[in-house]
């Protein structure tokens, strides 16, 4: 069996998880939920982003097809550069993604982008607004958890996958960063399990992963650092700047890098899960051909949960629509491609 294969049983024990817990949050009201968090939370550690993932297979066509109609956006979770080190803040926007998934009965997955990590693993630079700590990352996590739990009400079903985020850009990109790393998201998770928030808040890494950024021994050292700690998955909400976008024989990336290394640190990794930013339509076709990449090289396709855009910050880029029927159209112009997608995802200034 190969390692993507056993990826993807990984990934599918946990969304029979999460289905299972279904029924069980639903007999909870939210007083209840506190004691109940443990039990809870030693059942649910693994949730993966909301309540099921498209089943996959091991693909024996790679040929071109005609691609079907695209099915409608699902309603887009806002993500976040944070600026700032209030847990008040974090609070109201856990809050206001609580208010969403309950009126409209659904799942949702959000990122908070810390920025990149210091050279001496305590904390990242916020882009553009200072030094956050690794206790004031943990903090302002645990309150964002807090206000969705609280502000879904009554509603005790949905489901938020969070994850806090970094990037490869600053100077700690290293084995050791990835466990650091690790290290923030079991710990929130333990907090979340003690005040019963994981009955409805998943956790997980982020990372905002860019070839021209680092070289690519560093993204895929610090990947495997954070699988080290082993529990954790993390989202790879970044780019694939160079790629090819209509080859998939590992052909060259930007700053040294192929298509083999956006696929490690995106899929090929066992804690990894890709998120890729979709702004552009090269992005679209760059992301479909690592799809294709791994269907053809690897034996299974990678699964992409949904794309990120960031037309709130740059109205020349796409629209969450924009960039969902992108990569849909790109995903589906090949059988061995062809998925479905969870989750509309946006970034904005906090």
């Given at each position: 069996m190969?390692?993507?294969?056993?990826?993807?049983?990984?990934?599918?024990?946990e969304?029979?998880?999460?289905?299972?817990?279904?029924?069980?949050?639903?007999?909870l009201?939210?007083?209840?939920?506190?004691?109940?968090?443990k039990?809870?939370?030693?059942?649910?550690?693994?949730?993966?982003i909301?309540?099921?993932?498209?089943?996959?297979?091991?693909?024996?066509?790679?040929?071109?097809?005609?691609?079907?109609?695209?099915?409608?956006?699902?309603?887009?979770?806002?993500?976040?550069?944070?600026?700032t080190?209030?847990?008040?803040?974090?609070?109201?926007?856990?809050?206001?993604?609580?208010?969403?998934?309950?009126?409209?009965?659904?799942?949702?997955?959000?990122?908070?982008?810390?920025?990149?990590?210091?050279?001496?693993?305590?904390?990242?630079?916020?882009?553009?607004?200072?030094?956050?700590?690794?206790?004031?990352?943990?903090?302002?996590?645990e309150?964002?958890?807090?206000g969705y739990?609280?502000?879904?009400?009554?509603?005790?079903?949905?489901?938020?996958?969070?994850?806090?985020?970094?990037?490869?850009?600053?100077?700690?990109?290293?084995?050791?960063?990835?466990?650091?790393?690790?290290h923030?998201?079991?710990a929130?998770?333990?907090?979340?399990?003690?005040?019963?928030?994981s009955?409805?808040?998943?956790m997980?890494?982020?990372?905002?992963?860019?070839?021209?950024?680092?070289?690519?021994?560093?993204?895929?050292?610090?990947?495997?650092?954070?699988?080290?700690?082993?529990?954790?998955?993390?989202?790879?909400?970044?780019?694939?700047?160079?790629?090819?976008?209509?080859?998939?024989?590992?052909?060259?990336?930007?700053?040294?890098?192929?298509?083999?290394?956006?696929?490690?640190?995106?899929?090929?990794?066992?804690?990894?899960?890709?998120?890729?930013?979709?702004y552009?339509?090269?992005?679209?076709?760059?992301?479909?051909?690592?799809?294709?990449?791994?269907?053809?090289?690897?034996?299974?396709?990678?699964?992409?949960?949904?794309?990120?855009?960031?037309y709130?910050?740059?109205?020349s880029?796409?629209?969450?629509?924009?960039?969902?029927?992108?990569l849909?159209?790109?995903?589906?112009?090949?059988?061995?491609?062809?998925?479905?997608?969870?989750?509309?995802?946006?970034?904005?200034?906090?």
């Open positions: 190969t390692r993507s294969q056993l990826h993807s049983i990984r990934k599918y024990m969304a029979g998880i999460v289905s299972l817990l279904r029924p069980v949050r639903q007999l009201t939210k007083k209840a939920a506190g004691p109940c968090a039990v809870l939370a030693a059942m649910s550690m693994f949730a993966v909301g309540s099921m993932l498209i089943v996959q297979g091991t693909p024996q066509a790679f040929a071109a097809q005609a691609v079907p109609a695209i099915p409608a956006k699902p309603v887009t979770d806002w993500s976040y550069y944070m600026h080190t209030s847990t008040s803040r974090a609070y109201t926007l856990g809050c206001n993604q609580g208010h969403t998934d309950a009126a409209n009965h659904r799942n949702s997955l959000a990122i908070l982008d810390f920025g990149g990590q210091v050279s001496n693993g305590s904390g990242t630079e916020m882009i553009g607004a200072g030094f956050i700590s690794n206790s004031q990352i943990e903090a302002a996590s309150a964002f958890a807090h739990w609280s502000c879904t009400g009554s509603d005790t079903t949905t489901l938020l996958s969070l994850g806090i985020g970094t990037n490869n850009s600053l100077a700690d990109r290293s084995y050791a960063g990835g466990q650091t790393w690790s923030i998201v079991s929130v998770r333990s907090y979340n399990n003690s005040h019963g928030y009955s409805q808040v998943a997980y890494g982020a990372n905002d992963i860019e070839p021209s950024w680092s070289p690519a021994s560093y993204a895929i050292s610090w990947a495997k650092g954070f699988n080290s700690v082993g529990g954790n998955f993390y989202f790879n909400y970044g780019s694939a700047d160079g790629c090819p976008q209509t080859s998939s024989n590992n052909g060259s990336c930007n700053n040294g890098w192929n298509q083999y290394d956006v696929w490690y640190v995106s899929w090929g990794n066992p804690a990894a899960l890709p998120t890729p930013q979709i552009y339509s090269s992005q679209a076709r760059q992301w479909a051909m690592l799809s294709l990449y791994s269907a053809q090289h690897h034996g299974a396709r990678m699964n992409i949960d949904g794309p990120m855009d960031e709130d910050l740059d109205h880029t796409f629209t969450p629509t924009g960039a969902w029927d992108a849909w159209t790109d995903l589906h112009a090949h059988s061995s491609t062809a998925q479905g997608l969870l989750y509309s995802i946006e970034i904005h200034h906090e």
